[in-house]
Nanobody, 124 residues
Framework: QVHVVESGGGLVQAGGSLRLSCAAS????????MGWFRQAPGKEREFIAA????????DYADSVKGRFTISRDNAKNTAYLQMNSLIPEDTAVYYC?????????????????WGQGTQVTVSS
């Protein structure tokens, strides 16, 4: 069983920054890709960013490209999402997900394990 826990959400003003963390346990963390998704009220869960098992490959949704950075530290079994230049439209519950495959996945169905989510609220 894999356990995924997000942290680091909160309330921030537009233009500010937050860093989300995702701690994974229960398996060899470095063996699979990790992803971040978000879900705003009344909207579907959407892909934000993903990173391959080595950390060499990353990809982002167009809406966050240039503002968000995904990274991972396999020694700490942790993935991160650095969010800069936040805008009110970034307000959502952010979810971390893990998958057994090494390559990046873009759909929610591609991921096997999910955290409980952390709220990010950006005020104008």
């Amino acid at each position: 069983q894999v356990h995924v826990v997000e942290s680091g959400g909160g309330l921030v003003q537009a233009g500010g920054s937050l860093r989300l963390s995702c701690a994974a346990s229960g398996r060899t963390f470095s063996s699979g890709a990790m992803g971040w998704f978000r879900q705003a009220p009344g909207k579907e869960r959407e892909f934000i960013a993903a990173i391959s098992w080595t950390g060499i490959s990353t990809d982002y949704a167009d809406s966050v490209k240039g503002r968000f950075t995904i990274s991972r530290d396999n020694a700490k079994n942790t993935a991160y999402l650095q969010m800069n230049s936040l805008i009110p439209e970034d307000t959502a519950v952010y979810y971390c997900a893990a998958r057994g495959a090494r390559a990046i996945g873009y759909s929610a169905n591609a991921y096997d394990y999910w955290g409980q989510g952390t709220q990010v609220t950006v005020s104008s």
